[in-house]
């Protein structure tokens, strides 16, 4: 049995459906300034195409808070500390030694 509804009807029911399931996941996921700037940054979404003006704004407004904040701190007042230098490998070396004092006997 199949009732029949007018257009209208069926549009106000999937109107009711697509506003349910909106805000369910509105209540299930919260998104974050750091899921905009993580779609911002992968390769694949930088240009952010289905994206509002507004969105777009929204998502460089953090990043360029980030940039902004992390370039406070400049390298050349840091004080950078040279690695320590490698160790000479004296296996050879002792090898060698081993040898020649063999062949003086």
Avoid: W
């Amino acid at each position: 049995m199949r009732s029949s509804l007018s257009v209208t009807q069926k549009r106000m029911r999937m109107k009711f459906f697509a506003k349910r399931a909106y805000q369910v996941l509105n209540s299930m996921f919260q998104i974050d300034d750091i899921h905009a700037m993580g779609a911002f940054l992968h390769p694949n979404y930088k240009t952010l195409r289905s994206a509002t003006s507004t969105q777009i704004d929204d998502c460089h407004q953090p990043c360029r808070m980030v940039i902004t904040t992390n370039s406070k701190y400049d390298i050349q007042e840091e004080c950078i500390e040279e690695p320590p230098s490698k160790k000479p490998k004296v296996f050879f070396e002792s090898l060698m030694d081993h040898n020649q004092s063999n062949c003086e006997r």
